[in-house]
């Protein structure tokens, strides 16, 4: 700035800086916006009532106090319908929280007291006591007299929202190579033009040039060669892409990101509420039963009208082993959830929601009494009002245990009989029942369903004869277990409709598609063919760990989705031709009903004992069992396997794989135990092939997407917002479809509630890409064209005047770099990608030849000025023309001047490329307006030697045919730099392109 105010360049100056600070005026404000949007989201004070005692050895009493005064350690009251102003642990009673803001879980959580225990508690292991800061808590249940209470345990920034602040207001680098890039090759102009004053400076000094004038032109030559317009422009870019998405409902808060998802090539969707619709529909009900000839169980017909089954059930007697099969089933769907009643609404997961709304059963207001007779709900028969059951107990939905329980007491039968409903995956279930109450086709018609791409819940029952007092202390591991098996809930997992098209356009243009799920691995595997991730013709092997174990270790089995008595070698995860029979054995028994199963007198588990001590199943995250291998012990487990495995030969090759969580973990395990081993290479083989992640945690999400990125895959993230935030945040580009206040940790957050925003967003990154590489390539060469123009005039003792560098700066160059921007996506996507590296072979290639033919032609066109007979040198008509502000007109300044207008035209119409990233330029009517005025302006400036066009722009008169022969000059130019471009750089990048491939294959 301050060369181009000595140097008396004040307009251009003035423009650059109107931009410059109407550009930092823009940032400073979506600056300032996005941190009172952050205060806001993270800043909150309220009043707290805490338990404190005044003084040492006081009993303590109740204090309202500021929340931001407490400390770790306060015990305080939980408010309803009021934010958690920390991270604590609920002690007393029981809470429903919405933890939106934290996790975009729109489904509140229900919150249990810290059971008494000796062993410490772990932040990590003990979330289903904890409650996070900034949650709310939507209802607050006492038990008996006590209210719900709480211990504070953190606050400020070590709580789980002040992560989330810091993880808001530090993000991670952005690795992406064009702005690492820029940066190097801006360093290579500066350091062509210090190399071109060099080379001009002798000629400088031999012309008598004054040094505070050799002083000036050196900067000037910095300035021309390193183009100060460039961040204005990329800036202005990235607004228009950001603009395109806002009318699209897409939105971002780092528009930086926009061009790098023009170079993703591998995306993760979640399955539910992403692929699939939101919620699931009941399909239908297939129970159990057993006449008294059967020698095994069998399944029932599909019932799809549950409510009118339960119209017409017989009248219930209240004896558990008086009930049908029906009726157990039926009410195993109305009690086996956690909904409750807020303000007269039913509310919870909205598969349980359409659970009950199936059975024909509601929930009825909750109703608490003393502290010896505690109900969490109640829930009555609509086809029967006096049917009612109570719900004593419940034991959370564990991801680890795959499975729900609940504990259920019939007010018309004695007081001390209970019974315990529980669902969940079907293989867990079937682990837990008794052998002799599963039907011998359990597989064939839960693989029946699972493969028509609907989700499949197990339904069970215990009865418990105990008291109340012990019902409320007894084990989880006590009572789930020998349970009777009663049918299978089927629920319709439709996909969205525009879904299997979105996964076609991906595929189509060569992008990996993957789906990570915490669902069953068949319902992902049905859903994964349904929408095209997983081809139809493609082999599916599973990988799950063996329920059995070889040395006492576990193993590993891949099987045949399709045929399980196909397997993959352990150690290659290759098909083998030889494999192992897939069959279940089941206990030789006498096969009864329920009542067969538990005699009157023997009406299950007698509980004496009262354990105060849960087990660490009941302590995992959400009750996550430690019955389930973690890691570790599963990679411990599996390093001898692996190792003694022998490699064989593949005998096909179009198949892919779908791994569980257990399984992921283990192999990562092993692969960062030892990365050199037999199982990196299988870890790195399984990422390759597989397609589908199912039971996947949300840790084990994000780790997914950090394997993939280190095999320099560009990795998109598509979530609903629950449980995908940890992945989106780790993503290189993470879309959100969810509303929540979570999104915020997402790059981007979509108004459109299905994945084709993904295929639009990944479309307006590459035309963004395109376009900021446009821009640069245009940039840089319009900053070369101005260099040599200028070198070659210093080299004549003149230079170019102040009228034309404004006429070049702000009339072509400025305006049309801008409005090139404005030119659309593509309709589709292609199946090459844009580079992202300007020191690639077709950008080099494209930048130095055309530098080197805008170099040839414009010392022709001197050459040829220097044969015309009417010629005279600069230097004979100005000899102090170097010495003054100002360049005077010559010869030489006004041939360089017309023949290098055309120069910029031509070239803005060689870079500004369409297909197959964007659309044709002519599409652009802005764009192409003004192009064709600045032609014509050009035109009429070479062919018109008007007085004012001279005097304005400072031109040497010079005769007609001379301009009219730097016109066809001109055009021969625009002629050979499109061929250039279109032939030489095209067959360059293709060469390459194929010797990569044949180094690759050697």
């Not at 249990?112 to 800061?133: G, I, K, V």
């Not at 993959?568 to 069959?583: A, E, I, Y």
């Not at 009517?925 to 007085?947: A, C």
Request: hydrophobic share 45%.
């Amino acid at each position: 700035m301050g060369v181009w105010l000595v140097d008396s360049y004040y307009i251009y100056g003035s423009v650059i800086l109107l931009i410059s600070f109407i550009s930092v005026l823009v940032t400073l404000h979506e600056t300032k916006a996005n941190i009172r949007r952050l205060r806001e989201m993270s800043h909150f004070e309220t009043r707290v009532t805490v338990m404190r005692a005044e003084n040492e050895g006081e009993a303590p009493t109740k204090l309202e106090i500021s929340s931001r005064d407490l400390v770790p350690g306060d015990l305080f009251l939980v408010a309803e319908n009021d934010l958690v102003p920390c991270d604590a642990v609920l002690v007393e009673g029981t809470a429903v929280m919405n933890e939106a803001m934290l996790t975009g879980e729109s489904v509140p959580v229900f919150k249990n007291p810290l059971p008494p225990t000796r062993e410490p508690f772990d932040l990590d292991d003990d979330r289903a006591f904890l409650l996070l800061c900034g949650t709310k808590c939507l209802q607050a249940r006492s038990v008996g007299t006590s209210p719900a209470l709480a211990i504070a345990l953190r606050t400020g920034f070590d709580t789980a929202k002040g992560r989330l602040v810091r993880g808001i207001l530090y993000p991670r680098e952005n690795p992406f190579k064009f702005y690492s890039d820029a940066l190097k090759f801006l360093a290579v102009l500066f350091l062509i033009a210090v190399v071109g004053f060099g080379a001009s400076l002798p000629v400088l000094v031999q012309h008598g040039v004054a040094l505070f004038y050799i002083i000036i032109k050196s900067l000037e030559v910095i300035t021309v060669a390193v183009p100060p317009g460039l961040p204005a422009i990329l800036g202005v870019g990235s607004s228009i892409s950001l603009a395109r998405l806002v009318a699209k409902r897409i939105y971002c808060t780092s528009p930086p990101r926009i061009a790098v998802s023009g170079k993703v090539n591998v995306i993760a969707f979640d399955k539910t509420g992403t692929l699939t619709q939101e919620g699931l529909d009941v399909f239908g009900l297939r129970f159990s039963y057993q006449n008294m000839t059967d020698e095994r169980p069998r399944f029932y017909g599909l019932i799809q009208d549950i409510r009118v089954l339960n119209q017409h059930l017989p009248r219930d007697d209240g004896a558990w082993l008086s009930k049908t099969p029906a009726r157990l089933a039926v009410e195993a769907m109305a009690t086996c959830h956690a909904l409750t009643r807020i303000a007269g609404e039913t509310v919870g997961d909205v598969l349980d929601v359409k659970m009950l709304e199936a059975s024909g059963w509601t929930l009825a207001e909750t109703e608490t009494g003393g502290s010896d007779r505690l109900f969490l709900a109640t829930v009555r028969n609509s086809a029967q009002p006096n049917e009612e059951l109570a719900l004593i107990r419940r034991f959370e939905f564990s991801s680890k245990l795959q499975r729900m329980s609940v504990v259920v007491r019939n007010g018309s039968v004695s007081e001390e009989e209970f019974c315990l409903y529980a669902k969940g995956a079907p293989e867990k279930i079937r682990e837990l029942c008794k052998q002799e109450s599963i039907p011998d086709d359990f597989h064939t018609v839960l693989q029946e369903y699972t493969h028509a791409g609907h989700r499949v819940l197990a339904l069970a029952i215990r009865p418990i004869r105990t008291s109340y007092r012990k019902i409320l202390a007894v084990r989880r591991e006590d009572v789930e277990r020998e349970l009777v098996f009663l049918g299978f809930l089927i629920m319709a997992n439709r996909l969205k409709e525009e879904t299997k098209a979105a996964i076609c356009a991906l595929n189509d243009a060569h992008i990996r598609t993957l789906m990570v799920t915490g669902d069953n691995a068949l319902t992902a595997i049905s859903v994964g063919r349904q929408c095209g991730i997983v081809r139809a013709e493609q082999t599916i092997f599973l990988g799950e760990v063996s329920e059995s174990k070889i040395g006492g270790r576990a193993t590993i089995e891949w099987k045949d989705f399709d045929c399980f008595a196909n397997e993959l070698n352990p150690d290659t995860l290759v098909p083998v031709d030889r494999g192992l029979s897939f069959t279940y054995s089941f206990l030789e028994a006498n096969h009864s009903p329920l009542r067969k199963h538990y005699g009157a007198n023997d009406l299950s588990l007698e509980v004496n004992e009262v354990h105060t001590t849960p087990p660490a199943e009941e302590r995992e995250v959400g009750g996550e069992a430690a019955t389930e291998t973690s890691p570790e012990s599963a990679g411990d487990d599996l390093g001898e396997i692996l190792s003694d495995a022998p490699w064989l030969e593949c005998s096909k090759s179009d198949y892919v794989l779908c791994v569980t969580g257990r399984v992921f973990a283990a192999l990562l395990h092993l692969k960062e135990s030892n990365p050199n081993s037999k199982a990196a290479e299988v870890f790195d083989k399984m990422l390759e092939k597989c397609q589908i992640y199912a039971r996947m945690h949300p840790q084990q999400k994000a780790q997914m997407i950090a394997a993939h990125q280190a095999r320099e895959s560009i990795v998109a993230m598509c979530g609903d917002g629950a449980n995908d935030c940890s992945a989106l945040r780790k993503a290189d580009i993470g879309l959100s479809l969810s509303e929540a206040e979570a999104s915020v940790a997402a790059a981007f957050t979509s108004k459109i509630a299905n994945i084709s925003c993904m295929v639009q967003l990944l479309r307006e990154g590459r035309a963004s890409l395109v376009s900021s590489f446009q821009c640069f390539k245009y940039t840089a060469l319009y900053s070369m064209i101005q260099f040599t123009s200028v070198i070659l005039l210093y080299i004549c003792a003149s230079d170019l005047t102040d009228p034309q560098y404004i006429y070049i700066d702000l009339f072509i160059v400025f305006p049309l770099s801008v409005l090139m921007n404005y030119t659309g996506p593509h309709s589709t996507l292609a199946k090459d990608q844009p580079t992202s590296s300007l020191f690639s072979v077709s950008v080099m290639s494209s930048v130095i030849g055309h530098v080197i033919l805008v170099a040839i032609f414009q010392v022709l066109a001197l050459w040829a000025l220097f044969q015309q007979s009417w010629y005279v040198s600069c230097e004979e008509l100005n000899p102090e023309s170097l010495n003054v502000d100002n360049a005077v007109p010559c010869y030489e300044n006004a041939t360089l001047f017309l023949f290098s207008n055309f120069q910029y035209l031509g070239c803005l119409f060689v870079f500004n490329t369409s297909k197959p990233f964007r659309k044709p330029f002519y599409t652009n009517f802005l764009f192409t307006i003004l192009s064709f005025i600045m032609v014509s302006l050009s035109v009429l400036i070479s062919l018109w030697n008007s007085d004012f066009i001279l005097g304005f722009l400072d031109l040497k008169a010079m005769e007609a045919q001379w301009r009219q022969k730097l016109l066809l000059a001109s055009v021969l130019y625009f002629v050979v730099a499109i061929a250039y471009e279109k032939v030489v750089v095209r067959g360059l990048n293709s060469f390459w392109r194929k010797l990569k491939m044949r180094l690759r294959e050697r």
